[in-house]
């Protein structure tokens, strides 16, 4: 009688804690990077700014600040992450025909593809990447750009965590005419002049603090396991208490039996 009361203790506390660990929620992409615009090497422009993505799940909001920028004009940014880029911004070691100017293909082995489009409306797919229409003009040389629930896969979100995706905001004035102008074209839209979409500002948004998800997704195991091992000690806790509730009523039985 004595092992079946035991039996049944036991029975009990692991099937409770089993729904303990069916309790815990899956762990989600969820954190916040920040970089440090600088202006990109031979660009000839004179400013700076700060980018901030804050990462839930597969939503995005997005908070950039930069000044120096020509005035007025639109100027298109996106978030780059490329699997073989080398995660950075480019130098003038990347002027593959050596005009003293990086433009933007030049720029992609250090920064990547387009991942994410930071218009002000609309779509923020790579689609969006020459949206002129749609993207801060910075009035007075500055921009302020704000936008929140930017949907992006779970690929994305966790690219934007790994501490290794890019901020690049395009456009850039080299004759000092205070518009996009110029004989060299775009080479991403010959209908363009290269100013307006040659890389102005370009920074590596770093990694910050993090639960879920650690920096570099579930593939590379790397960054922060905070949040999960608390889940883990709940579950074990729950584990103990529930084993100790099923021993007192095995011996209050035991001991039932015995008188």
Same mark, same amino acid.
């Given at each position: 009688?004595?092992?079946?009361?035991?039996?049944?203790?036991?029975?009990?506390? %692991?099937?409770?804690?089993?729904?303990?660990?069916?309790?815990?929620?899956?762990?989600?992409?969820?954190?916040?990077?920040?970089?440090?615009?600088?202006?990109?090497?031979?660009?000839?422009?004179?400013?700076?700014?700060?980018?901030?993505?804050?990462?839930?799940?597969?939503?995005?909001?997005?908070?950039?600040?930069?000044?120096? *920028?020509?005035?007025?004009?639109?100027?298109?940014?996106?978030?780059?992450?490329?699997?073989?880029?080398?995660?950075?911004?480019?130098?003038?070691?990347?002027?593959?025909?050596?005009?003293?100017?990086?433009?933007?293909?030049?720029?992609?082995?250090?920064?990547?593809?387009?991942?994410?489009?930071?218009?002000?409306?609309?779509?923020?797919?790579?689609?969006?990447?020459?949206?002129?229409?749609?993207?801060?003009?910075?009035?007075?040389?500055?921009?302020?750009?704000?936008?929140?629930?930017?949907?992006?896969?779970?690929?994305?979100?966790?690219?934007? $965590?790994?501490?290794?995706? %890019?901020?690049?905001?395009?456009?850039?004035?080299?004759?000092?005419?205070?518009?996009?102008?110029?004989?060299?074209?775009?080479?991403?839209?010959?209908?363009?002049?290269?100013?307006?979409?040659?890389?102005?500002?370009?920074? %590596? *948004?770093?990694?910050?603090?993090?639960?879920?998800?650690?920096?570099?997704? %579930?593939?590379?195991?790397?960054?922060?396991?905070?949040?999960?091992?608390?889940?883990? *000690?709940?579950?074990?806790?729950?584990?103990?208490?529930?084993?100790?509730?099923?021993? $007192?009523?095995?011996?209050?039985?035991?001991?039932?039996?015995?008188?």
């Amino acid at each position: 009688m004595t092992s079946m009361y035991r039996r049944a203790a036991t029975g009990a506390a %692991v099937g409770m804690a089993a729904m303990v660990l069916f309790a815990i929620p899956a762990a989600a992409a969820t954190g916040s990077v920040q970089a440090d615009l600088q202006p990109v090497a031979g660009n000839g422009v004179n400013g700076d700014g700060t980018a901030m993505v804050t990462v839930d799940g597969t939503m995005l909001t997005v908070d950039m600040g930069a000044t120096g *920028l020509l005035a007025d004009q639109p100027h298109a940014a996106h978030i780059h992450f490329g699997a073989d880029a080398r995660h950075e911004c480019p130098t003038l070691g990347d002027d593959a025909n050596a005009d003293g100017h990086l433009n933007t293909s030049e720029g992609g082995p250090a920064y990547g593809e387009i991942v994410v489009s930071l218009t002000k409306t609309g779509d923020t797919s790579p689609n969006s990447a020459l949206a002129v229409d749609r993207f801060d003009t910075a009035p007075g040389g500055t921009l302020q750009y704000e936008r929140g629930s930017i949907e992006v896969t779970s690929t994305v979100a966790d690219e934007v $965590l790994s501490g290794e995706a %890019v901020v690049v905001i395009h456009g850039v004035d080299y004759n000092g005419d205070g518009k996009y102008s110029g004989d060299t074209t775009s080479d991403l839209d010959p209908s363009l002049p290269t100013e307006a979409t040659d890389p102005a500002l370009c920074g %590596v *948004l770093a990694a910050s603090q993090m639960s879920g998800i650690p920096a570099g997704g %579930v593939e590379t195991g790397g960054g922060s396991t905070a949040g999960v091992e608390h889940a883990g *000690l709940l579950a074990v806790g729950g584990l103990a208490l529930i084993g100790g509730a099923g021993l $007192l009523t095995y011996r209050r039985r035991a001991h039932g039996s015995d008188s």
